[in-house]
């Protein structure tokens, strides 16, 4: 079966941090560049980073950098995305996404005292 299954939203004061993981199959996966986007809400999905299969290559989003990191496990086929300093207009549904044009369900996270 072809899925993305993200896990580890929630809430959390501002300063905070979450970590936010996508478990894939494999044949979405492998060799292909996987990326978090997020939702918030009446806006637009946005990239917020991307990772190459080898994890040289990464991407942010300026409003990001410097706050949260991706990387992945290739043995595992695992995509993580760990969020420090959280700011409220950091909330949002976060959403993995496969190269391979396959998105996962989302998880909410929300930002606030």
């Known amino acids: 079966q072809v899925q993305l299954v993200e896990s580890g939203g929630g809430l959390v004061q501002p300063g905070g941090s979450l970590r936010l993981s996508c478990a894939a199959s494999?044949?979405?996966?492998?060799?292909?560049?996987m990326d978090w986007y997020r939702q918030a809400p009446g806006k637009e999905r946005e990239l917020v980073a991307g990772i190459s299969y080898g994890g040289i290559n990464t991407n942010y989003a300026d409003s990001v950098k410097g706050r949260f990191t991706i990387s992945r496990d290739n043995a595992k086929n695992t995509v993580d995305l760990q969020m420090n300093s959280l700011k409220p207009e950091d909330t949002a549904v976060y959403y993995c996404?496969?190269?391979?044009?396959?998105w996962g369900q989302g998880t909410q996270v929300t930002v606030s005292s």
């Open positions: 996404h496969s190269n391979r044009g396959v």
């Open positions: 494999a044949t979405i996966f492998r060799g292909v560049v």
